[in-house]
């Protein structure tokens, strides 16, 4: 199976912050690893896909790059509704498997 | 718009199965998979399988083998997720998700259902 690394595990930031976090395949995955949102008690949603493509809806804030094994996520001004967690996920190769997530509280 | 809808809790007790739906509107539901992925409490996502309702071609982490199946209905797109010999570690909250896919794109879960608790406990 393809682990899935994140860091940091959490992050204290405050509004308007840039931040970034990783994510990290344990073997190579081309472009096939997705960024999802998680607020406490909801549904996942969706925020890139493909490594760098942004999910329709979802706003110009957030982007995503990499290939291969080290991907990233990119808040540019981080704004309430943003405190949340974050999960990569790769398609790559059966089993799809999730990051452990990066929680981002605020400062 | 696109809409999954899941069944209500369900709370059983070790050794007994649960069934959880997932009713699709808003698409054209055989033009796309719903991938199975749960949440144990303050835990993070876990894969569990997902199935292509084009065809019905699944395939169940390795974990799962044999414990669920994932069954889809088109005529009245829905989907199931059946969990069998049920342990008090499958407590989690269950979501169903529509699998969309592209060339160079690889899956990639749009939308999700809101969620099905199930407490396993005796």
């Known amino acids: 199976d393809i682990q899935m690394t994140q860091s940091p595990s959490s992050l204290s930031a405050s509004v308007g912050d840039r931040v970034t976090f990783t994510c990290r395949a344990s073997?190579?995955?081309?472009?096939?690893l997705n960024w999802y949102q998680q607020k406490p008690g909801k549904a996942p949603n969706l925020l890139i896909y493909?490594?760098?493509i942004l999910e329709s809806g979802v706003p110009s804030r957030f982007s995503g790059s990499g290939y291969g094994t080290d991907f990233t996520l990119t808040i540019s001004g981080l704004q309430p509704e943003d405190f949340a967690t974050y999960y990569c996920?790769?398609?790559?190769?059966?089993?799809?498997?999730f990051g452990q997530g990066t929680k981002v509280d605020i400062k | 718009q696109v809409q999954l809808d899941q069944s209500g809790a369900e709370v059983k007790k070790p050794g007994a199965s649960v069934k959880v739906s997932c009713k699709a509107s808003?698409?054209?539901?055989?033009?796309?998979?719903i991938t199975w992925v749960r949440q144990a409490p303050g835990q993070g996502l876990e894969w569990m399988g997902w199935?292509?309702?084009?065809?019905?071609?699944?395939n169940y982490a390795q974990k799962f083998q044999g414990r669920v199946t994932m069954p889809t209905d088109t005529s009245t797109s829905t989907a199931y997720m059946e969990l069998r010999s049920l342990r008090s570690d499958d407590t989690a909250v269950y979501y169903c998700?529509?699998?969309?896919?592209?060339?160079?794109?690889?899956?990639?879960?749009?939308?999700w259902g809101q969620g099905t608790l199930v407490t396993v406990s005796s």
């Open positions: 998700a529509r699998v969309s896919r592209g060339y160079g794109y690889g899956f990639y879960f749009d939308f």
């Open positions: 808003g698409y054209t539901f055989a033009n796309y998979g």
């Open positions: 199935i292509s309702a084009f065809n019905g071609d699944t």
């Open positions: 073997q190579s995955i081309v472009n096939y």
């Open positions: 493909a490594a760098s």
């Open positions: 996920q790769q398609s790559y190769s059966h089993p799809q498997t």
